[in-house]
């Protein structure tokens, strides 16, 4: 979260709010990390996100519906997704590419797929999807022709 906040500051952007979900921080833990100015800006949810619109909850959340929720069409939205959970992740893109009342602006995806050399520590490449860089690049086009700035992220 610190990387992108400087990005956009420097270029001075100022966030009216940030939503952020993980499972394991507590929230103690992850208020502790941020500045006291940034405390009232940035909203933390102890969390699972949910893969599919079926499963959306408040307890677990599908981040292109809370993204709805909690934005209107003029609002500039960018949407950082890094799960590290394939299944989950893709879950959320595929919905974005087909949801024709979408509300993001861009979107920083590190997309878990085989042969790319950045993602060994996953292991062996059969624990990672068979998705193959041209498909990768594909879905990231699929994206930007929707008017979403899509950037792959790693």
Known sequence: MKYFWNIWARHSIDWNDVFAYEMTTSVDEFYQTLPVALKDTIHYQQCAVSSSPDDDSPEHPFLPLEIKRRTSKDDYVFFKLDIDSPSVEDGNIYYILNDPD?????????????????????????????????????????MRLKGIRAHSWI
Request: hydrophobic share 35%; charged share 25%.
């Open 102 to 142: 979408n509300h993001i602006d861009e979107v920083a995806w590190e997309h878990h797929i085989r042969g790319n050399y950045l993602l060994t520590e996953w292991g062996p490449p059969e624990k990672l999807p068979d998705v193959s860089m041209r498909e990768s690049y594909e879905m990231f086009l699929q």
